[in-house]
């Protein structure tokens, strides 16, 4: 039988307040916060993506008052760069040529070095031998370019002329071989995570077939992970065309139109670093020839971001 404190006079039961919690009685405040949150990490984002623009924004328009005096085409084709001399010449060519040399230098030496180090690392090695192997060899990323600079000049070179008596004093091939030590880091790291992440089940199928640990690794963990394989060597290819103290210290800052790395020769990045450095009056064509010059090395890098992710797309495999 109800209780009688329950029936209102019209015979039906009566219900007590509902008592809001103090939890959702905050729900607004803490929906509040949710929203102020969003919008910081919102503008944390679009900070990157303003940045980008400012930076496109810039080379565009210095760069178009460049072309304003200096035709495109024979900023193309014209083999001679000499902004210094009185007989000014603006032809991109020797500094793609020596950026060119440097990096498929430095590719020689990282491409092959960081896929085996990979390999090993993730295949072969121990767990207490990659805990000590791979914070010294990332520690490798963390030198200052100049220090690999002056490595190069002082170490590098002089060995290599023991074996080759005639190579000049500032050349790209000490230079490339440089750089490729200095993306080495990047290159074996990333590849050696795009292998671990490989299902373990694949390398015990190919156990079961009675497959060695190194034809394992070669034959089904590296195709596995090409992918990111590849995406390591993109990075490391925009690590080496974007490279400027190394080759301004050792390669010898002369913009000669070659592809022969015993000379020396500039780099994109090494030639805006010289200019910086005050060498032409600002407001010049010459100056106005470092914005050229940058959105040139900028389109160069576009060009294999690009790429990498066509790579990634083309060759990714899901698990």
């Known amino acids: 039988m109800q209780d009688a404190k329950t029936i209102g006079f019209s015979g039906e039961a009566s219900f007590p307040p509902l008592v809001t919690s103090d939890r959702l009685a905050r729900k607004a405040l803490r929906h509040s916060k949710e929203r102020v949150i969003e919008f910081l990490l919102f503008g944390a984002a679009g900070v990157s993506v303003l940045t980008t623009l400012g930076i496109v924004w810039v080379l565009v328009s210095e760069s178009y ?34 950026t060119l040399t440097t990096s498929l230098v430095a590719l020689v030496v990282a491409i092959p070095l960081g896929t085996t180090i990979a390999i090993y690392l993730s295949e072969f090695a121990q767990p207490s031998v990659r805990e000590v192997v791979k914070p010294f060899l990332e520690l490798l990323g963390g030198i200052p370019t100049i220090v690999y600079g002056y490595f190069a000049l002082t170490v590098v070179i002089p060995l290599l002329q023991m074996l080759i008596p005639s190579l000049p004093g500032f050349n790209m091939l000490g230079a490339g071989i440089v750089m490729g030590i200095a993306i080495i880091p990047y290159v074996s790291s990333l590849a050696e995570d795009a292998m671990r992440a490989v299902p373990m089940s694949m390398r015990e199928g190919s156990y079961a077939m009675g497959g060695t640990k190194f034809q394992t690794a070669v034959r089904v963990v590296v195709p596995a992970a090409l992918s990111g394989i590849l995406s390591a060597y993109i990075l490391g ?21 070659t592809m022969n790395p015993m000379e020396p020769a500039q780099t994109i990045s090494s030639y805006i670093v010289q200019v910086a450095l005050g060498d032409l009056p600002h407001g ?7 914005f050229a010059a940058g959105l040139s090395l900028m389109l160069m890098t576009l060009l294999l971001n690009v790429a990498g992710h066509v ?9």
């Open 65 to 98: 008052q460049f072309f304003q005096s200096v035709p495109i085409w024979s900023f193309l084709t014209d083999t001679m760069w000499t902004p210094l001399f009185a007989d000014a010449h603006y032809g991109i060519l020797p500094l793609l040529a020596g």
């Open 237 to 257: 290819i925009s690590r080496a065309v974007g490279e400027t103290m190394i080759v301004a210290v050792a390669a010898g800052m002369q913009p000669n139109f």
């Open 284 to 290: 010049s064509i010459g100056y106005q020839s470092i």
């Open 311 to 319: 790579v990634r797309r083309r060759y990714r495999e899901a698990y």
